[in-house]
């Protein structure tokens, strides 16, 4: 059963830095393009970014390029999101997703992905 599992949010100060991971299972993530989505409190599901099945194709909201980095790890079959000079703007629960159709070379921030992870909240206040 392909499960998608987040990990690593948590309460941070303005400026600090998080790590957060997405652990798959059922399936082998190197093959499918994985995103990062973010819903804040009465707010829509905001595309964060994504990592297509070729690595050096990433994409980022322009509100976090050149604070977040998206990464994978193919041994330990986990995705990650390093986020830098977090700013309380960044509140929100942090969703990974995969797109159903393996060896795609593009990933986007919309409409892509069909398989969710249950969230894991991220809260930037001083």
């Known amino acids: 059963q392909l499960q998608l599992v987040e990990s690593g949010g948590g309460l941070v100060q303005p400026g600090g830095s998080l790590r957060l991971s997405c652990a798959a299972s059922g399936f082998t993530m190197n093959r499918y393009a994985i995103g990062w989505f973010r819903q804040a409190p009465g707010k829509e599901r905001e595309g964060v970014s994504c990592i297509s099945t070729i690595s050096s194709n ?26 830098n000079s977090l700013k309380p703007e960044d509140t929100a629960v942090y969703y990974c997703a995969a797109d159903p159709f393996p060896n795609r070379a593009m990933c986007n921030l919309r409409n892509q992905y069909t398989y969710w992870g249950q969230g894991t909240q991220v809260t930037v206040s001083s």
């Open 58 to 83: 990433t994409n980022y909201a322009d509100s976090v390029k050149g604070r977040f980095t998206i990464s994978r790890d193919n041994a330990k079959n986990t995705v990650y999101l390093q986020m």
